[in-house]
């Protein structure tokens, strides 16, 4: 059975840097999109960033622009999400997602557990 599992969450300080990954268990195809989600407190889920399967083209949305990457490693199954300048508002809990069709439409065809990302000012 397919699962992607996150990891790399957890308590910085503002102006701090996390990693996150997600590895995909069970899925040897590289032929899908991926993404990264966040779910504020309080808040709805929201799209953070989307990579294409070949990771020539990653989209994000504007409040992480300039501060997050999304890569992939295809041969290990794995989606990174390099998070710098963090700020206390991205505190939130960050999904991974394995996408279906034009990455560009972020329809989610899975969706990891979630990890924590804590970032105290």
């Known amino acids: 059975q397919v699962q992607l599992v996150e990891s790399g969450g957890g308590l910085v300080q503002a102006g701090g840097s996390l990693r996150l990954s997600c590895a995909a268990s069970?899925?040897?195809?590289?032929?899908?999109?991926m993404g990264w989600f966040r779910q504020r407190p309080g808040k709805e889920r929201e799209f953070v960033a989307t990579?294409?399967?070949?990771?020539?083209?990653?989209y994000y949305a504007d409040s992480v622009k300039g501060r997050f990457t999304i890569s992939r490693d295809n041969a290990k199954n794995t989606v990174y999400l390099q998070m710098n300048s963090l700020k206390p508002e991205d505190t939130a809990v960050y999904y991974c997602a394995a996408l279906r069709g034009p990455t560009s439409r972020r329809e989610v065809d899975l969706w990891g557990q979630g990890t924590q990302v804590t970032v105290s000012s």
């Open positions: 069970g899925r040897t195809s590289s032929n899908y999109g």
């Open positions: 990579i294409t399967w070949s990771g020539g083209s990653a």
